[in-house]
């Protein structure tokens, strides 16, 4: 496995600019990926995305990868396995940031426990992602 160097990764968005560090992972479980729908009612309530978050003070981008998997589904990831790249986009806030995915594969991907969303579903290859284009790139690169 050939991931890059985290602390690499900080000091590129630090010198790009990036206000906040966000973390997403393509949970794979037997060739299929988990995605979440957000609640009603929030910002973008209703859409599916990857399990992902916001990089806290003091951690690093793998802490907080751990950290955000387990807290929105109850998995703990087991390994990773891929680092699928990285996209900016403007927040709500109008803060410029940044996701970095990676793929990842659970210890036990049985007892999922939703805490911030209201529905999940996994899905294979085949099937089309009602994702934002980026995250459909990135999961294309996780099953390419």
């Known amino acids: 496995m ?6 690499e990764l900080a000091r590129q968005d630090a010198a790009d600019g990036v206000q906040q560090q966000i973390v997403g992972a393509v949970v794979d479980h037997k060739g ?3 995605l979440l729908r957000r609640l009603p009612g929030e910002f973008r309530g209703g859409a599916w995305e990857l399990p992902s978050g916001k990089v806290e003070p003091g951690e ?10 387990a ?3 109850g998995l ?3 390994e990773i396995t891929g680092y699928l790249g990285a996209f900016d986009y403007t927040a709500r806030n109008g803060g410029h940031y940044r996701q970095h995915t990676w793929s990842v594969v659970p210890r036990d991907a049985d007892n999922i426990e939703l805490s911030e969303h209201d529905a999940y ?5 085949e099937q089309q992602y009602p994702v934002s284009d980026d995250l459909k790139r990135q ?5 390419g």
Do not use: K, S, Y
């Open 32 to 34: 299929e990926i988990l």
């Open 76 to 78: 703990v990831i087991d």
């Open 121 to 125: 579903r996994w899905v294979d290859a």
């Open 139 to 143: 999961i294309a690169a996780h099953f």
């Open 60 to 69: 690093d981008l793998l802490t907080a990868l751990h950290r955000e998997v």
């Open 2 to 7: 050939n991931l890059p160097d985290i602390t």
């Open 71 to 73: 807290e929105e589904t």
